[in-house]
């Protein structure tokens, strides 16, 4: 089975620090895994994916993710914080042996202070 | 190319009367894919089509949805005797729905038909 936690349901920092939003994951199979962003009343945007190839992947608008299966984690980092980082992320796993269907998070709203 | 579309993009319906939504994927894409997203909230799996297999129905919350897909196109949802806990954001994606262990179809997400039922 697969199941994806997101452990913390909200996220605040500050202009120019660290992100780290985390998530742990659940899977019967080597999975392949999806941050997503979602912007107020915008559609959901892939940020990046893992699908077995190097453990440490990049995505749009310097946010990284590194897969660590000995954690059974994919957290999704950024090194400097801007104002529009402000949305909401969700961490997906999808099944490879069932059609790729995918397995959502309950997602992290991240909030970016002046 | 285009994205995925939706329609209408909001819908604001009474309480006990129907509803169809409509969602267009992207072409070729043979995994279609409904969600429902209530405010503040995360996303909740509805329904799965992937080419002409059986499809995936283990997320409708009642058999007041139901769901058609013609062939690998246009797909509808359809909500009966609409009640006010069925206002929220429905989503539509699609993708390239492989399996044998093929992975790292993302899916392709609409822009959502917001429901508001009175």
């Known amino acids: 089975a697969q199941s994806v936690t997101q452990l913390d349901s909200h996220v605040s920092v500050s202009e120019g620090t660290p992100v780290l939003l985390r998530c742990n994951y659940s899977?019967?199979?080597?999975?392949?895994l999806f941050w997503y962003v979602q912007h107020p009343n915008k559609g959901l945007q892939l940020l990046l994916k893992y699908t077995s190839a190097a453990t440490l992947v990049k995505g749009i608008n310097g946010f990284e993710a590194e897969f660590k299966k000995s954690e059974t984690s994919f957290h999704l980092t950024k090194p400097s914080a801007h104002m529009s980082d402000a949305a909401e992320y969700f961490c997906v796993v999808s099944n490879p042996y069932n059609f790729n269907k995918f397995y959502f998070g309950s997602g992290t709203k991240l909030n970016v202070k002046p | 190319g285009a994205g995925v579309s939706q329609s209408p993009s909001n819908k604001v319906t009474e309480k006990g009367k129907d509803v169809e939504l409509r969602c267009d994927p992207i072409s070729g894409h043979t995994a279609l894919y409904w969600y429902r997203q209530r405010l503040g909230q995360g996303l909740e799996f509805l329904i799965y089509f992937q080419g002409n297999s059986a499809p995936d129905k283990s997320g409708l919350p009642s058999d007041r949805f139901s769901a058609e897909r013609t062939g690998e196109s246009v797909s509808t949802l359809t909500i009966q005797r609409t009640q006010q806990e069925d206002s929220a954001v429905y989503l539509c994606a699609s993708s390239f729905g492989t399996s044998g262990g093929r992975r790292g179809n993302e899916q392709f997400f609409g822009p959502g038909t917001r429901l508001t039922v009175l």
């Open positions: 899977s019967s199979y080597s999975p392949s």
